[in-house]
C-alpha cells in the first residue's frame, strides 16, 4: 500500500484535469478547495459502564449542483485526508453521472468489529448529534460506505428525526439514503453500486468487441459492492476464479460460485475458509489470471508494487480510489484499461437520488423504475465520458474528471459568485 496520502493523489488529478480542461485560475481555487470541514469529538458510553471519546468527519466539497451528498465510513483508518479524497471524489462522481448533487464524505475513526451492536448504535446516534444542523434532507445527505450499512442509516434517520421540533419531523426520511425500504429506503437501492459497476462492464465490452460470458473475473472486496457486482455479473456467464477480504484470498481457476460465497460470507464475516477455493496469498490473488479485475474494497490497492502483477483485460473500479497514479500509468501502458471509480461506482448514488426524489415527494418506485433510470443514467455517463476521452485523446479517469469539470464550470459561470 503507498504511504503517500491519498488526498495528494486527488489533488494532482484534479489539477492535470484542470490543465486538460483549460479553466481558469479562479475556477481551479474553487474546486480546489473543500467548502466545510467538519470534525468532531464525542464520548460514548461503553457496555461496562466507561465512556470512550471518538472522533468524527464530515468534509462537505462542494454544492454547487445540488446538495452535499455522500457515504459514511466506519474504519480505523479514517481521518481528514481520506475523508476530504472521499468528498471530491463525490463531487466528481454525481457530476459524472449527471445528478443534482455535490459532493460530501464522512466517517468515524473506529474498527466496527470491537463493539457491540448496542455500542455501534449509541456511537452513530451521537456522531448524528455532533453532526447536528451539519446535515439535513435538502443541505447534506450521507449514505452507506465501508462497515456501515441499512441498519446504520436508520439509526442516524431516527436520530436526526428525534432531535427536530415536533413539527419539523414531517418529510425528513430522505435526510439519509440507503435506509431499510420499510423505512422509505428504495427498491434496488442495495445492489445498485454493483449494478452499475456490471453496466459499465457491459458497456466496456460491447465497446471492446468482448463477450462478457465468456470472461473471468476477480473480486477484491465481498461486502456490498464486491458481492453485487460478482453476482450480478455472474448472470451474464461470467466467472469468479479468485475472492479476497480483509479475512483472506481464495481462488478456483474452474469458478467459484457467487451467490453461495455471498451466502458463506454472510455467516462467517468473511471469504477465508470457504469450502469451494483453495487459500491463496494476497500478491497471489493480485496477481490470478482473469479478464476482469473489480477491487472494491478500500484505496491504494494497485500501485508501484502491485500493478504489475495484474493479468487483467480491465480494471473496473467499484472502490473509491483504488489505484494511485504510478500504479494506473502501469495498467495503461500494459494496454490495460481503466473504467475509474467516478464512473464505474456511481450506480449507488444515482439511485440514492431516486431514494431522494422518492422520499421527497412521498413516492415508491418499483423496480423496474429504479433499474430503467439506473440504466439510462449509467450508459449515458459511460458514453459521455467515452466522448471526452476521444476529443481529448486521454484515458478515460481524465475523461470523467473533465466532464465533471466542465459541469460543474457552466454552474459557476450562469449564477456567477455572491456577492
Ligand atoms: P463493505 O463494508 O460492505 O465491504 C468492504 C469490503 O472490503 C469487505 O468485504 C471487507 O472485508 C473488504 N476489505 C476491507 N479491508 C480489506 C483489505 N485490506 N483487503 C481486502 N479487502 C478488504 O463496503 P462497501 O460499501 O462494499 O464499499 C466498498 C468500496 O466501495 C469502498 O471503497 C466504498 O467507498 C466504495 N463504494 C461504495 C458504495 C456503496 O454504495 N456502498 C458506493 C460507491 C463506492
Known sequence: MSTRSVYQDVQKRFHRAADLAKIDSS????????????????????????????TGYRVQHNDA??????????????????????AAWMTWKTAVVDIPFGGAKGGIQIDPSKYSQSELER?????????????????????PDVNTNARVMAWILDTYLQTRAPG??????????????????????????????????????????FN?????????????????SARLLAGYGSKM??????????????????????????????????EGAKAITHLEFMAAQTDIFIPAALHNQITLETALLIKAKVVAEGANGPTDIEGEAILLERGIDVIPDVLCNSGGVAVSFFEWL????????SLEQVDGELHKK????????????????TDRRMAAYVLAIRRLQRVYEQRGIFP
Open 123 to 143: 456511537i452513530t446516534r451521537r456522531f448524528t448529534f455532533a453532526l447536528g444542523d451539519n446535515i439535513g434532507p435538502d443541505y447534506d445527505i450521507p449514505a
Open 358 to 365: 422518492q422520499g421527497k415527494h412521498d413516492q415508491m418506485w
Open 27 to 54: 475556477m481551479r481555487a474553487i474546486l480546489a478547495s473543500n467548502t466545510n470541514e467538519i470534525v468532531v469529538h464525542f464520548p460514548v458510553r461503553m457496555d461496562d459502564g466507561r465512556i470512550e471519546m471518538f
Open 65 to 86: 449542483r445540488g446538495p452535499f451528498k455522500g457515504g459514511l465510513r466506519f474504519h480505523p483508518e479514517v481521518e481528514l485526508d481520506e475523508v476530504r479524497s472521499l
Open 378 to 393: 449509467i450508459f449515458k455517463a459511460y458514453e459521455d465520458v467515452r466522448l471526452v476521452a476521444e476529443e481529448l485523446k
Open 241 to 274: 476464479v479468485a475472492a479476497e477480504d480483509h479475512t483472506g484470498s481464495i481462488a478456483n481457476p474452474a469458478g467459484i460460485d457467487c451467490e453461495a460465497l455471498a451466502a458463506y460470507v454472510r455467516v462467517k464475516g468473511g471469504v477465508a475458509g470457504y
Open 168 to 209: 419539523a419531523r414531517h418529510n425528513c426520511t430522505h435526510v439519509v439514503t440507503g435506509k431499510p425500504v420499510d423505512l422509505g429506503g428504495s427498491l434496488g437501492r442495495d445492489k445498485a453500486t454493483g449494478q452499475g459497476v456490471v453496466w459499465t462492464l457491459e458497456a466496456w465490452a460491447k465497446e471492446r468487441g
Open 212 to 228: 462478457l460470458a465468456k470472461m473471468t473475473f476477480t473480486v477484491q472486496g465481498y461486502g456490498n459492492v464486491g458481492s453485487w
